[in-house]
């Protein structure tokens, strides 16, 4: 099968769009919750089917922006009252 110019043409823009939706989607800016040591409990909790909400408790215990600092642009600030990190920072 040979592809006409108009089938790579139609394949592009497809592609085109493909990566514009990726990159308005967020995931690409905010880092996603690492895998180590450190954060492996809290993947143990959503192994063990605990809400995001719940989890998100534990997060503040360790990121409490004093003894580790939140970039200063960040957008919820610690004393802000609950934090949803799970919305902007992803597990997976
Ligand atoms: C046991 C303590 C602990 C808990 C609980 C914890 N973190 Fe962390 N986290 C750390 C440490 C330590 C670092 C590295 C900090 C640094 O480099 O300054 C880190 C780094 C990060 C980073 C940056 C990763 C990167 O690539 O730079 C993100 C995002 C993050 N944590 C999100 C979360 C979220 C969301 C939760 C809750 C689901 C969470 N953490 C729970 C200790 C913790
Ligand atoms: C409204 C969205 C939003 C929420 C909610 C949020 N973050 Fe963030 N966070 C960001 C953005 C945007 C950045 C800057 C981009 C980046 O580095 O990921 C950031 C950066 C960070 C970093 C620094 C990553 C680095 O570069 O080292 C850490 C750590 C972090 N957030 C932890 C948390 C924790 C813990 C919570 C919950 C207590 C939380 N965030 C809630 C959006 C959010």
Redesign the pocket.
């Known amino acids: 099968m040979k592809l006409r110019k108009g089938d790579i043409i139609f394949i592009v823009i497809v592609v085109a769009i493909f990566l514009v939706f990726y990159l308005i989607s967020g995931d690409v800016k905010t880092?996603a919750?690492?895998r180590n040591a450190?954060?492996q409990?809290?993947y143990d909790m959503l192994a063990a089917g605990k809400s995001k909400s719940d989890?998100?408790l534990?997060?503040v215990?360790?990121?409490d922006g004093v003894n580790?600092k939140f970039p200063p642009d960040h957008p919820v600030k610690p004393t802000g009252g609950k934090m949803s990190?799970?919305l902007c920072?992803r597990?997976s």
């Open positions: 880092k919750v690492p450190q954060h409990q809290v989890i998100d534990v997060c215990t360790c990121h580790i990190c799970h920072h597990m």
